[in-house]
């Protein structure tokens, strides 16, 4: 059942690509540099509804193997909810994360071909030096650093992209970055990364 959803907050995401990922500014048409891409993504929802349900202060997280080139679909998703989250909480993000509801995600919908399921289980999303460390216990130990700029200093940023998730992100690698689950061990550590701010609503 449709229904109004709106979440915003900060995302990140490491991946088994060399640094910088291609699939970003290819908006999923180039051929990951590994050929395939595995990864895994966390969210930090700062404020969000949908409909009646308050989506505030929520994590989210989700396992992504993918056979190919991003646009050509055939997805294997797994979906990790905060474990406070409620009942009518826990429906909304996983139409929300599946795309069934429209928005931003909405097109993976149409890309996913293997669902392997919900897990709540406790998400630490939280700032590390420069970067954001994630942890599911016994799942995924993350950390993503940004790469330093010119000179040393600042920040590798892309800008006014047309990427799904959001037009700005920083580049980084992983720091740390591995995941164990539903059939997957990856160490994905100083592979590609990146994070950013993303504002989604749908549909």
Request: proline share 8%.
């Amino acid at each position: 059942m449709a229904f109004l959803w709106k979440i915003t907050g900060d995302f990140m995401l490491s991946c088994n690509c060399d640094v910088y990922c291609p699939c970003v500014l290819s908006l999923g048409k180039a051929r990951p540099s590994q050929g395939v891409c595995y990864s895994w993504w966390g969210f930090r929802i700062a404020q969000g509804h949908a409909g009646p349900a308050s989506l505030d202060g929520l994590n989210v997280a989700l396992l992504l193997d993918v056979p190919g080139p991003m646009g050509e679909g055939n997805w294997t998703l797994g979906l990790y909810l905060d474990e406070r989250a409620s009942p009518p909480a826990v429906e909304a993000l996983t139409e929300i994360f599946t795309g069934k509801v429209g928005g931003p995600p909405g097109w993976w919908s149409v890309m996913t071909a293997t669902f392997l399921g919900t897990k709540r289980v406790p998400i630490t999303f939280e700032p590390e030096g420069r970067g954001w460390r994630l942890v599911i216990p016994k799942i995924v130990d993350g950390v993503v650093e940004p790469l330093p700029g010119a000179g040393g200093d600042g920040l590798v940023r892309i800008t006014n992209s047309r990427y799904f998730v959001t037009p700005d992100l920083v580049v980084c690698a992983g720091k740390k970055s591995r995941i164990h689950d539903w059939g997957r061990n990856w160490d994905l550590t100083g592979r590609s990364a990146e994070y950013g701010h993303f504002d989604w609503s749908g549909p």
